[in-house]
Every structure is written in structure tokens, then in C-alpha cells.
T-cell receptor, first 116, second 114 residues
Framework: GAVVSQHPSWVICKSGTSVKIECRSL??????MFWYRQFPKQSLMLMAT?????????EQGVEKDKFLINHASLTLSTLTVTSAHPEDSSFYIC????????????FGAGTRLSVL | AQSVTQPDIHITVSEGASLELRCNYS??????LFWYVQSPGQGLQLLLK??????LVQGIKGFEAEFKRSQSSFNLRKPSVHWSDAAEYFC????????????FGSGTRLQVQP
């Protein structure tokens, strides 16, 4: 089946620094990728929709200047958490929409971000 | 408001027992419906989906789900649970075909007793 790779799986950083998370579709091209955030023992909340070659669409309440999304190729989307603070600590998950079965998404394993 | 509800936060069953996880949605039209499983250290895995047609859908790992329009439900079932089924289960919908993003329920954590 389709594989989505997310890197890193876990990152610890100091407050005020920036962290980049990569999401790659390994065996298919994805014009659309999604970024979700999951708090402990809670569900996944959509942060933004990443479209290859255009600006990301952010959900209400998500700061686009804080969570920078770049989808420069059909197999790679990146999420950069800028000037990270402890409240940004969370589990971030990406998914890629299948190019043919457009209502099916394949998920990365997630990135646990801890901001000290 | 449009939503996806999983009423059971935590369920414990004995290995070999049957399982039913509940999911209800509140959308005007029938959305596309999904069940995902999340295990520690692994990405969400699609168990099954319903778009249209036969209301009883079969998925991977012996799971099935039944869409009931009258009850706005899409409950997940398995006749005999294995210890490896212990995980977090999410019901999800695509409510708007133009948007394509998934809306998730709050999840049900399944614990399996030996």
C-alpha cells in the first residue's frame, strides 16, 4: 500500500528555536497533504491543507506565521514550527491524499515535539 | 453543529470476545465514512471505509462496519478480538467532497484482557 514517511519521529528543542518536520509520500505523488495536531488522549485536529505549488490553507485559529508549511514538490511537504514555545509541544501528524482515490488519506507515523 | 461522536472513551474486552465500537455523525448528507486505528509508534492505518452501496463493509484484520442511515451511525465490529487489537480507534468523515479533509471523532481506546 501507499507509504507516507514523516521525519523526525521525536524532537526536543529549546524555547525560541524553530523546528522543521518533513512529510514524504514514498510511492505516489500527492498534490494535497494535510497537517494535523494531536494533544495527549485527544483526537486529531486539522491544522492546514498543503497544496503543491500554492499557499497552504490554514484552519481557523491556526497561526500561519507560526506554523509555516511548504509543499514544494509532489512528494514532500514540510511544517516548520517557528519560535517554538512549550505550548507548541504536541504530536504532529501529516497525511497525503491519494492521487486516484481522492477520498483516501495515508498517514505518517507522527512527530512528537517537546519544547523545553 | 456538524460533528463526529464516539461515545466510548475507553473499552476493555477479553481476548476472544466480540467487539463493537460506536460512531455517530451529524451531517445533513451522508458523508464518506472511515475507521482508522492508531498504535503507538505507528501511523494511522485505514481499517475500512464507506462511500456508497452495500451498507456492511469489510475491512482489514477481520473488522467490519455497518452504515445505518436512520441512526446516522457507522459502528465498527469484530467477532473475536485478539490481544494485538489493543489500540486507539478513530471514526472519521469527509463531510464535504470539495474540501477532502478528514474530521475525526474523539477516539476510543481499546484494551484487551488475556
Amino acid at each position: 500500500g501507499a507509504v507516507v514517511s514523516q521525519h523526525p519521529s521525536w524532537v526536543i528543542c529549546k524555547s525560541g528555536t524553530s523546528v522543521k518536520i518533513e512529510c514524504r509520500s514514498l510511492d505516489f505523488q500527492a498534490t494535497t497533504m494535510f497537517w494535523y495536531r494531536q494533544f495527549p488522549k485527544q483526537s486529531l485536529m486539522l491544522m492546514a491543507t498543503s497544496n503543491e505549488g500554492s499557499k497552504a490553507t490554514y484552519e481557523q485559529g491556526v497561526e500561519k506565521d507560526k506554523f509555516l508549511i511548504n509543499h514544494a514538490s509532489l512528494t514532500l511537504s514540510t511544517l516548520t514550527v517557528t519560535s517554538a514555545h512549550p505550548e507548541d509541544s504536541s504530536f504532529y501528524i501529516c497525511s497525503a491524499r491519494h492521487p486516484v482515490a481522492k477520498n483516501i488519506q495515508y498517514f505518517g507515523a507522527g512527530t512528537r515535539l517537546s519544547v523545553l | 453543529a456538524q460533528s463526529v461522536t464516539q461515545p466510548d472513551i475507553h473499552i476493555t474486552v477479553s481476548e476472544g470476545a466480540s467487539l463493537e465500537l460506536r460512531c455517530n455523525y451529524s451531517y445533513g448528507a451522508t458523508p464518506y465514512l472511515f475507521w482508522y486505528v492508531q498504535s503507538p509508534g505507528q501511523g494511522l492505518q485505514l481499517l475500512l471505509k464507506y462511500f456508497s452501496g452495500d451498507t456492511l463493509v469489510q475491512g482489514i484484520k477481520g473488522f467490519e462496519a455497518e452504515f445505518k442511515r436512520s441512526q446516522s451511525s457507522f459502528n465498527l465490529r469484530k467477532p473475536s478480538v485478539h490481544w494485538s487489537d489493543a489500540a486507539e480507534y478513530f471514526c472519521a468523515v469527509v463531510p464535504d467532497t470539495g474540501r477532502r479533509a478528514l474530521t475525526f471523532g474523539s477516539g476510543t481506546r481499546l484494551q484487551v484482557q488475556p
